[in-house]
Nanobody
Framework: QVQLVESGGGLVQAGGSLRLSCSVS????????VGWYRQAPGKQREMVAT????????YGDSVKGRFTISRDNAKEVTVYLQMNSLKPEDTAVYYC????????WGQGTQVTVSS
């Protein structure tokens, strides 16, 4: 059973930084992609960043140059999202996911950026 657990969310002032972590367990292969998504109230879930098993990254337009995704495959898979220069519009619940036989999602972590 694949499980994803996000952590690292919180309240931060505009211009600040946070680092989110996504711990993936349950026999996931290190070659599988992992992504970060977010959903703000009243809005659709959007892609923030993804990373392939080989480390190829992709970012949503709104976070390019501010967010960095990385992964550690040393033991079990852990994927990080370093968020710098945060803006109030980054406020959302952040989820990580992966795809194996189906899409798996974590429970989400709240990020709130105050102006």
């Amino acid at each position: 059973q694949v499980q994803l657990v996000e952590s690292g969310g919180g309240l931060v002032q505009a211009g600040g930084s946070l680092r989110l972590s996504c711990s993936v367990s349950g026999g996931i292969s290190s070659i599988l992609p992992v992504g970060w998504y977010r959903q703000a109230p009243g809005k659709q879930r959007e892609m923030v960043a993804t990373i392939s098993g080989s480390g190829v990254t992709n970012y949503g337009d709104s976070v390019k140059g501010r967010f960095t995704i990385s992964r550690d495959n040393a033991k079990e898979v852990t994927v990080y999202l370093q968020m710098n220069s945060l803006k109030p519009e980054d406020t959302a619940v952040y989820y990580c996911n992966t795809v194996r036989d189906r899409i798996y999602w974590g429970q989400g972590t709240q990020v709130t950026v105050s102006s």
